[in-house]
């Protein structure tokens, strides 16, 4: 898990770490070094974050909530599992070829959320999401004896 430590330049120390400022850092040194930006992202950086976490699912306010971390009841940075997240498939996201970018925006377009995945997985998962939402009692009732053996541990 990252630690955010804010450095002497960015903000005061209590001050805690937005997931547009750290994504919007991410894409603006993903640029510098000469990296191309995803086709359907927007150009201003902050925008663009924005865009990304507008295509993420919504933090959970238990697993994913951010955390002090203290020295000597001094806040020093932050345990944050959301900005973690966002971060960790921003760059699985941006290592994809654009017919796979576009692939995956117009999966969480439809609905598919995102999460890093090899694209091979992804397809297969994309591919189960379409059978099962064409007829969604029976792929719950086709699939009952599969989720059964894996609920048993066979």
């Given at each position: 898990m990252a630690k955010y430590r804010?450095?002497?330049?960015d903000a005061p120390k209590h001050e805690r770490p937005s997931a547009a400022g750290v994504l919007s850092k991410l894409l603006i040194n993903h640029s510098k070094k000469g990296r191309r930006k995803p086709k359907m992202f927007p150009q201003?950086?902050?925008?663009?974050?924005?865009?990304?976490?507008?295509?993420?699912?919504?933090?959970?306010?238990?697993?994913?909530?951010m955390t002090e971390i203290r020295d000597n009841h001094e806040v020093i940075g932050y345990n944050?599992?959301?900005?973690?997240?966002?971060?960790?498939?921003?760059?699985?996201?941006?290592?994809?070829?654009?017919?796979?970018?576009?692939?995956?925006i117009d999966c969480i377009d439809r609905g598919m959320e995102y999460r890093g995945e090899d694209m091979r997985i992804y397809t297969e998962i994309a591919k189960q999401y379409e059978i099962m939402w064409k007829n969604p009692?029976?792929?719950?009732?086709?699939?009952d004896k599969i989720l059964r053996r894996v609920r048993a541990g066979l």
């Open positions: 804010p450095s002497q330049t201003d950086p902050d925008t663009a974050a924005q865009y990304w976490i507008a295509h993420q699912r919504a933090p959970d306010d238990h697993s994913e909530a944050a599992p959301y900005i973690d997240r966002l971060v960790r498939t921003l760059r699985q996201f941006l290592n994809l070829s654009d017919i796979h970018q576009a692939f995956v009692e029976a792929y719950k009732v086709g699939n």
